[in-house]
């Protein structure tokens, strides 16, 4: 089984739609995070979560939200999808000093 | 805040030729330094990592030493496969900051 896993793996959704990205890792850790990949930018935080309480906005929240529904699961939420909210989603645990498990990503496109 | 740059790609290659990826970072303090490589399809994972500086992580016979006069923290392998052709990641992590920050990224393509 996977440590990290995210569901859906692929969406194709259209604009003004609700989506749920879901995280859930079995390593019993922490502190969770999700990361946007765009071609050419590399990784952009978007937001982490330190515990259940703990919920911290990265570089690009805007126009997402987060629930940390347990230790174990962590949601990323697209309130109102807009097309250029389309890139690859990664959740990602901190599995010692600054090193990231990382899930296999959701890539998202909104239409 | 924390700041990475890494060298654009994407990279080319033949196989067994001799790979550098450079990358620099801006930081306070002393900050640990991190390689992750993403295979097609796939999420990233660790390559390897180093902690302090003059440090010199490896993998895979991936190579990169921790250069704190340069900052610096390029990646170097002496022949590349195939196999190696992927997007790789610098990043660096200061003790009690709450996140990795990323480099963008460098693509290489290994052909036969």
């Known amino acids: 089984d996977a440590d990290v896993t995210q569901t859906p793996r692929n969406r194709i959704t259209k604009t003004g739609k609700r989506i749920m990205l879901e995280c859930s890792q079995t390593?019993?850790?922490?502190?969770m995070y999700w990361y946007r990949q765009d071609p050419g930018l590399g990784l952009q935080l978007i937001y982490y979560s330190f515990d259940v309480k703990d919920i911290n906005k990265g570089e690009i929240s805007d126009g997402y939200s987060v629930s940390r529904q347990a230790q174990a699961k962590f949601s990323l939420s697209l309130e109102s999808a807009i097309p250029n909210q389309t890139a690859l989603y990664f959740c990602?645990?901190?599995?010692?000093?600054?090193?990231?498990?990382f899930g296999e990503g959701s890539r998202l496109t909104v239409l | 805040g924390n700041s990475v740059t890494q060298m654009e790609g994407p990279v080319t290659l033949s196989e067994e030729a001799f790979l550098t990826i450079n990358c620099t970072y801006t930081?306070?303090?002393?900050?640990?330094l991190f390689w992750y490589v993403q295979y097609p399809g796939e999420g990233l994972q660790l390559l390897l990592k180093?902690?302090?500086?003059?440090d010199k992580g490896s993998n895979k016979g991936f190579e990169a030493t921790y250069r704190k006069e340069t900052t610096s923290f390029h990646l170097e392998k002496g022949s590349v496969q195939v196999s190696d052709s992927a997007v790789y990641f610098c990043a660096c992590h200061n003790t009690g900051r709450r996140a990795l920050t990323f480099g963008s990224g460098t693509r290489l393509q290994v052909q036969p």
């Open positions: 180093a902690t302090k500086a003059d």
């Open positions: 930081a306070t303090g002393y900050p640990s």
């Open positions: 390593k019993g850790h922490d502190r």
């Open positions: 990602a645990t901190i599995v010692g000093a600054g090193e990231l498990f």
